[in-house]
Every structure is written in structure tokens, then in C-alpha cells.
């Protein structure tokens, strides 16, 4: 069992900057991905950011430039900087952690309660 922690959800202005962060606890295998995902009222949930134990990352094209990902493997962190604020950025943000025991062939998925982002002025 893996539990997720979030935080440094709020509210800002347009442009501004806000970082999220989520720490991962429990059993925690060494080959996983972490990330946060996202979703608006009425939309699906969609990918904002994620990054391998191992360093890769991928973003949503609309993210791209504007947030960093990055991970704290010791303290199995991720964190999330979120830089050039839109309205569109608006949503419930869930940190993400997924795993594959070595003696498992599926990936096991594990999320977070979720954090409020508003952008607003």
C-alpha cells in the first residue's frame, strides 16, 4: 500500500506561480512514476506532468515551458512548479504513484485526495 500527501494547493492571480508537492509513503518499489494529473469540472482527467524513477519526465502540451517536474527520490517526492498561471489551469490537482512489484506484470496505481488550484483574479 502506497499513501500520497499533497500539497501547496491555493488560490492566485494570473501569471503567478504556485508549487505542489506530494510525498509518497508505504511500500515503494524502485522502478516507478510519479505525477500529478489534473481535472476541471465537467472534463476528464488529464495528464499535467510525470517523471520515472529514473528521471524522465513528459508534460501535457499545453503545460510545456510553464511547469517543471521534478522528484526527491530519496524522500520519495515530486514536486510540481507551476509558473505562468492561466485560468485554464484551474482544476483539482491529484498526485499520482505507480508501481510494478517484480513479481507482478501490471502496473498498480495509487492516487492522492487531490489539491485545489484557482486561478483567478
Known sequence: QVQLVESGGGLVQP???LRLSCAAS???FSRNAMGWYRQAPGKQRE???AITSGGITNYADSVKGRFTISR???????????NSLKP???????CNYRHRP??????YDYWG?????TVSS
Not at 485526495?113 to 488550484?117: F, L, N
Open 15 to 17: 501569471g503567478g506561480s
Open 26 to 28: 508505504g511500500t515503494i
Open 47 to 49: 495528464l499535467v506532468a
Open 72 to 82: 526527491d527520490n530519496a524522500e520519495n517526492t515530486v514536486y510540481l512548479h507551476m
Open 88 to 94: 485554464e489551469d484551474t482544476a483539482v490537482y491529484y
Open 102 to 107: 517484480t513479481y507482478s506484470t501490471t502496473w
Open 113 to 117: 485526495r487531490g489539491t485545489q488550484v
